[in-house]
């Protein structure tokens, strides 16, 4: 048998051209996303405080944070707090100190 290579699918590739679209999607994604917001240090130790609070009293609170050009947002209590390594846990999900954008109570 004879191996046709690449032949075998530009049929299919006639009919939907996939390759424009994904590049349109690729575009609006690099379009849409956010670079990361530098906060000052009085800012950084501002945040740590309110995770410390928030951990020993139990607090539930609200975090907004930063991952892949995103800006996402996370409620709960804070299940385990890692200052050596400067992470926190919420709902069984990782964040590190660095991604925090801010912090308010829920």
Known sequence: MIDRGIIKW????SCFNGSDIIK????????ERIEFPTLSDDQL????????N????KNKINIT???DGE???????INYFDYYNKK?????????FGQIIKIGEA
């Open 54 to 57: 928030a951990y020993y009293l």
């Open 65 to 67: 944070y930063y991952y």
């Open 10 to 13: 530009q049929p299919f590739n």
């Open 88 to 96: 926190i846990y919420i709902n069984n999900q990782e964040i590190y």
């Open 45 to 52: 130790m501002i945040l740590e405080d309110k995770i410390k």
């Open 24 to 31: 349109d999607i690729s575009k609006k994604k690099a379009k």
């Open 71 to 77: 800006m996402k947002s996370l409620s709960g209590k």
